[in-house]
T-cell receptor
Framework: DADVTQTPRNRITKTGKRIMLECSQTKGHDRMYWYRQDPGLGLRLIYYSFDVKDINKGEISDGYSVSRQAQAKFSLSLESAIPNQTALYFC?????????????FGEGSRLTVL | AQKVTQAQTEISVVEKEDVTLDCVYETRDTTYYLFWYKQPPSGELVFLIRRNSFDEQNEISGRYSWNFQKSTSSFNFTITASQVVDSAVYFC????????????FGKGTRLSVIA
């Protein structure tokens, strides 16, 4: 099983619907992240959390919210999805004890908003 | 603020050619880490290498090599004798001191290796 698991892997939804992408990890890492990937734009940070009580906005947080339910779980919500939120979303973790900031990624969740 | 620039959007080479992917970064940190990730057509992100700012030695791993030059703020990636399986999007990334700053990624370079 993957160390960082994202569900769903693929989702098609309609404009205005609420969507939640879930991420769980078994690596025991304190830090979790949500990135968004669009063709030609690379990976952009949406939100990150350094521990259960810590939530920080990233570069492109508008239109998104997150919840850190436990050390191992970090969910991303789109309250009212719009077509330009169609993208590939990645959850990632990193180890507090590692100074490098190296990320360990989930397999990605492809979201299409019609 | 930290920034990573991958000026090459797409590169196409014929199999067995050598190819270099460029990465230029900006940071005010004196200690930082640089990364390369590979994203094959299947979509997952595969870690390739991590290099800290104090280690300017070039690194070679099989057909892959990395050239880190602090003087030019560059961390270039060369694939020797490219193969079709090297076709992917490659991302360069930068993290700040102690990993307290989330990784900042370049926009990626799409490499196509043609048989």
């Amino acid at each position: 099983d993957a160390d960082v698991t994202q569900t769903p892997r693929n989702r098609i939804t309609k404009t205005g619907k609420r969507i939640m992408l879930e991420c769980s990890q078994t690596k025991g890492h304190d830090r979790m992240y949500w990135y968004r990937q669009d063709p030609g734009l690379g990976l952009r940070l949406i939100y990150y959390s350094f521990d259960v009580k810590d939530i920080n906005k990233g570069e492109i947080s508008d239109g998104y919210s997150v919840s850190r339910q436990a050390q191992a779980k970090f969910s991303l919500s789109l309250e009212s999805a719009i077509p330009n939120q169609t993208a590939l979303y990645f959850c990632a973790t990193s180890d507090l004890g590692a100074a490098t900031g190296e990320l360990f990624f989930g397999e990605g969740s492809r979201l299409t908003v019609l | 603020a930290q920034k990573v620039t991958q000026a090459q959007t797409e590169i196409s080479v014929v199999e067995k050619e050598d190819v270099t992917l460029d990465c230029v970064y900006e940071t005010r940190d004196t200690t930082y880490y640089l990364f390369w990730y590979k994203q094959p057509p299947s979509g997952e992100l595969v870690f390739l290498i991590r290099r800290n700012s104090f280690d300017e030695q070039n690194e070679i791993s099989g057909r892959y090599s990395w050239n880190f030059q602090k003087s030019t703020s560059s961390f270039n990636f060369t694939i020797t004798a490219s193969q079709v399986v090297d076709s992917a999007v490659y991302f360069c990334a930068l993290s700040g001191y102690s990993g307290n700053t989330p990784l900042v990624f370049g926009k990626g370079t799409r490499l196509s290796v043609i048989a």
